[in-house]
């Protein structure tokens, strides 16, 4: 499809802002609506960024905000957080507008609720795909095409094996967004792969670990999420608070990636392993771009909730990768 109106929604954010001057640098996108409740930067942002960029303000948890936006586009992508609030809200309003989306997801939606945003793209024969960030995202990437002797190739079903990592610095990686997902998720400490990036891994759900860069970053991270924790969710909000005030002050060592993903086995010696190492925190948003035009494209993609592997291929993510200097390894390693 030539000429393709995108709306993207959460354009001020950090993903955000990568994915818009990505999408307004590709030809075959004719007009650019960036989204986002902040209007004054919206509108700054997108003056700047090129003529093809329009802007409006809108709240994504009010059906009628985003009613008015669908009307005149052929595709939305959705850079909103915390994603546990409002993706449900724009996959449906996106699913009654008959629109594809791609949205960011802090998880893929389970059980009454992926059965009920699947049934809605398939009635309205459109696709949509939950979780293209860094995990998930990037890390379902990862085991279905680089994972030694694990990925199954385009189309097919993904096996979920091992473990999966997420490595940030935040001075540099996320927004408001992230820091609530870091006061919601960070757990006690954990082993990492001798080959991720240096820093203290803690637990952060079944099968996953979240890694904070050595020193100060880790554990002034670590010591407020959990110093807070005891305050239930008004604790969580107050940590994400601080932290995103003191981000400026988390900075790591020279050399250490904005971001990085990766799978690897559990509990074994030795097992394959995946990962991409991000130095400019460029990834996650440049994945959701691509996402996003391949669903506006319809080629063949499928209805309903897709999984991220069905759209972007392997050729797909090297070509992101290479033209975001992201480093992407996979292979066999002894774990200590």
């Given at each position: 499809?030539?000429?393709?109106?995108?709306?993207?929604?959460?354009?001020?954010?950090?993903?955000?802002?990568?994915?818009?001057?990505?999408?307004?640098?590709?030809?075959?996108?004719?007009?650019?609506?960036?989204?986002?409740?902040?209007?004054?930067?919206?509108?700054?942002?997108?003056?700047?960024?090129?003529?093809?960029?329009?802007?409006?303000?809108?709240?994504?948890?009010?059906?009628?905000?985003?009613?008015?936006?669908?009307?005149?586009?052929?595709?939305?992508?959705?850079?909103?957080?915390?994603?546990?609030?409002?993706?449900?809200?724009?996959?449906?309003?996106?699913?009654?507008?008959?629109?594809?989306?791609?949205?960011?997801?802090?998880?893929?939606?389970?059980?009454?609720?992926?059965?009920?945003?699947?049934?809605?793209?398939?009635?309205?024969?459109?696709?949509?795909?939950?979780?293209?960030?860094?995990?998930?995202?990037?890390?379902?990437?990862?085991?279905?095409?680089?994972?030694?002797?694990?990925?199954?190739?385009?189309?097919?079903?993904?096996?979920?094996?091992?473990?999966?990592?997420?490595?940030?610095?935040?001075?540099?990686?996320?927004?408001?967004?992230?820091?609530?997902?870091?006061?919601?998720?960070?757990?006690?400490?954990?082993?990492?792969?001798?080959?991720?990036?240096?820093?203290?891994?803690?637990?952060?759900?079944?099968?996953?670990?979240?890694?904070?860069?050595?020193?100060?970053?880790?554990?002034?991270?670590?010591?407020?999420?959990?110093?807070?924790?005891i305050f239930g969710t008004v604790g969580r909000e107050m940590s994400a608070a601080f932290l995103f005030w003191l981000r400026r002050s988390l900075r790591p060592a020279s050399g250490t990636p904005a971001a990085a993903a990766g799978v690897f086995p559990a509990g074994e010696e030795r097992g394959?392993?995946?990962?991409?190492?991000?130095?400019?925190?460029?990834?996650a948003g440049t994945l959701l771009a691509e996402t996003v035009l391949q669903l506006g494209r319809g080629e063949g993609k499928g209805k309903g909730l897709l999984p991220l592997p069905e759209i972007v291929g392997r050729k797909e993510a090297e070509r992101i990768a290479s033209s975001c200097n992201?480093?992407?390894?996979?292979?066999?390693?002894?774990?200590?």
């Open positions: 499809m030539g000429g393709m109106k995108i709306a993207l929604l959460g354009a001020m954010g950090f993903v955000g802002q990568i994915a818009a001057r990505d999408l307004a640098g590709r030809p075959e996108v004719a007009e650019l609506l960036l989204v986002d409740y902040n209007i004054r930067e919206a509108k700054k942002f997108a003056r700047a960024l090129s003529p093809k960029c329009r802007w409006a303000m809108a709240d994504v948890g009010r059906v009628p905000d985003l009613e008015r936006l669908l009307d005149d586009v052929d595709a939305v992508a959705n850079a909103v957080g915390p994603c546990s609030e409002y993706e449900k809200t724009v996959l449906l309003t996106c699913a009654a507008s008959r629109r594809p989306v791609a949205s960011i997801g802090d998880g893929a939606p389970a059980g009454s609720d992926r059965r009920e945003i699947h049934d809605a793209f398939r009635r309205a024969g459109a696709g949509a795909v939950s979780g293209c960030g860094m995990l998930p995202g990037w890390t379902d990437l990862l085991e279905a095409h680089f994972l030694p002797g694990v990925g199954t190739g385009k189309g097919d079903p993904v096996p979920r094996r091992g473990r999966r990592f997420l490595f940030c610095s935040p001075d540099r990686f996320g927004g408001y967004a992230f820091f609530r997902r870091l006061a919601r998720e960070i757990g006690r400490p954990a082993s990492a792969p001798s080959w991720a990036p240096a820093g203290g891994y803690f637990e952060a759900g079944e099968g996953t670990a979240l890694g904070l860069p050595e020193g100060r970053p880790a554990g002034l991270c670590a010591g407020i999420a959990g110093g807070f924790r394959p392993f995946a990962s991409i190492s991000d130095p400019q925190g460029k990834v992201a480093t992407v390894k996979g292979g066999l390693t002894d774990r200590p």
